[in-house]
């Protein structure tokens, strides 16, 4: 199968930067989409950006502006740069990828999830 591991999470303040980085790794083929997506207590989990085929476009409308998402296909991974952050930007944040993996001679389709990385804005 195909995992990902999250990094780059942790305490800041209001107004502050994190970068978090998600690297894919296992007998993958192709990789079709990478992203990231936040959980905060008592809530469900929602997209915060998301890079496809056709580029790293589709933001929450929460974080325009404020977060940027990147990605570097030749090491499989993906990069989140987060600033001006805010207390509600508080979540664990999980990497996500879809693609291609090689199970022996058979190719089949994955989706994988990180362990997620937890981001606290507070002062």
């Known amino acids: 199968q195909v995992q990902l591991v999250e990094s780059g999470g942790g305490l800041v303040q209001p107004g502050g930067s994190l970068r978090l980085s998600c690297v894919a790794s296992?007998?993958?083929?192709?990789?079709?989409?990478m992203g990231w997506y936040r959980q905060a207590p008592g809530k469900e989990r929602e997209l915060v950006a998301r890079?496809?085929?056709?580029?790293?476009?589709n933001y929450a409308n929460s974080v325009k502006g404020r977060f940027t998402i990147s990605r570097d296909n030749a090491k499989n991974t993906v990069y989140l740069q987060m600033n001006s952050l805010k207390p509600e930007d508080t979540a664990v944040y999980y990497c996500?990828?879809?693609?291609?993996?090689?199970?022996?001679?058979?190719?089949?389709?994955?989706?994988?999830w990180g362990q997620g990385t937890q981001v606290t804005v507070s002062s």
């Open positions: 890079c496809t085929s056709g580029g790293c476009t």
């Open positions: 996500n990828a879809e693609g291609i993996y090689r199970n022996g001679s058979v190719y089949r389709n994955f989706v994988s």
């Open positions: 296992g007998s993958i083929v192709s990789i079709r989409a």
